[in-house]
């Protein structure tokens, strides 16, 4: 081969191998991109398979958020329903049971309301706050030397009626009973308020006096020993100290509540040898000490509602 074919064939030969580069270059771009264009289809393909999961959790969220909508929406609408009825059944026992008993008595008119409840106010002769009293009179028991009569007290009349014909004079032997007197001196000035009393200041050796009141709009009362204060919601008619007769008598009586504003009956100062009111105090036997303490008197309230 001359020099001028060596010439001639050179380039080619470099031309070849330059193009051989380039084939493989563009085969492994086009390798690249489809591999590219792969991944890029499954990521899509993976995130719509996401979003489609996600909106079916967000639909089923939808239709629970509506369902519980639809709940308290029917909820609410039965608490008005409830609420209107309880309304109008108020206003109808208002109308059906506040009945008004108008009582003329000359010219002036009384209005009494048909429904309340009654308690006895022990130790006053009068009524607390809104109550209205019903009569007043003197606390009576059985005597503390007797083993038999009643174990309660009893408010009677101020103005004691006989019945003309209906009963016989003189003692027949049954059953006797005695006006009650305050005992315990001591402990009644220091623990009661004295501003009400008479006689000095004293209520000591005195008979008892009484009220009967009637609380209006109120369904029920009940007495608690042990408390100064009634529960909530509840209106206090009074509050005092437990009371009761001697624990060495000779019968038992009922505990009563009496007033921590005691009153006594004028002229009736003295011992008479009848009922006794005693203060009441605890004893650890049973009773545990803690809250209760050996020897305090026991506090009273009486609460209506």
Not at 35 to 41: G, T
Not at 142 to 162: A, D, K
Request: hydrophobic share 30%; aromatic share 8%; charged share 20%.
């Amino acid at each position: 081969m001359n020099m001028i074919d060596v010439r001639e064939s050179l380039p080619k030969r470099i031309v070849a191998n330059l193009r051989t580069p380039i084939k493989m270059k563009g085969f492994v771009i086009g390798a690249i991109t489809l591999v590219v264009l792969f991944c890029f289809s499954s990521t899509v393909t993976f995130y719509k398979q996401q979003i489609g999961k996600h909106r079916t959790e967000i639909e089923t969220l939808r239709q629970a958020v509506d369902e519980i909508s639809v709940q308290q929406r029917a909820i609410l609408r039965r608490s008005k329903r409830s609420i209107a009825t309880n309304q109008r059944a108020r206003r109808g026992a208002s109308e059906d049971v506040e009945l008004v008993l108008r009582m003329n008595s000359g010219n002036n008119t009384r209005y009494m309301s048909a429904y309340g409840v009654s308690y006895t106010r022990w130790g006053r002769r009068d009524c607390a706050g809104s109550a209205e009293m019903v009569y007043h009179g003197y606390a009576a028991g059985s005597h503390y030397t007797h083993t038999g009569g009643g174990s309660n007290y009893l408010c009677l009349h101020s103005n004691v009626t006989y019945t003309q014909g209906s009963y016989v004079s003189g003692n027949q032997g049954t059953s006797y009973i005695y006006g009650v007197e305050y005992k315990d001196s001591n402990t009644i000035t220091n623990i009661f308020d004295m501003v009400d009393t008479t006689e000095s200041g004293s209520v000591y050796l005195h008979t008892v006096p009484c009220a009967v009141c009637i609380a209006r709009f109120k369904v029920t009362q009940i007495m608690i020993p042990g408390r100064d204060t009634c529960p909530d919601d509840w209106t206090m008619e009074y509050g005092g100290y437990i009371m009761g007769e001697n624990h060495s008598a000779k019968h038992p009586s009922r505990y009563i509540c009496v007033d921590k504003r005691p009153q006594a009956v004028p002229n009736t100062q003295g011992s008479q040898a009848a009922s006794q009111l005693h203060v009441v105090e605890t004893q650890c036997t049973s009773l545990v000490c803690e809250p209760y303490v050996a020897g305090r008197e026991i506090a009273c309230v009486v609460c209506s509602i």
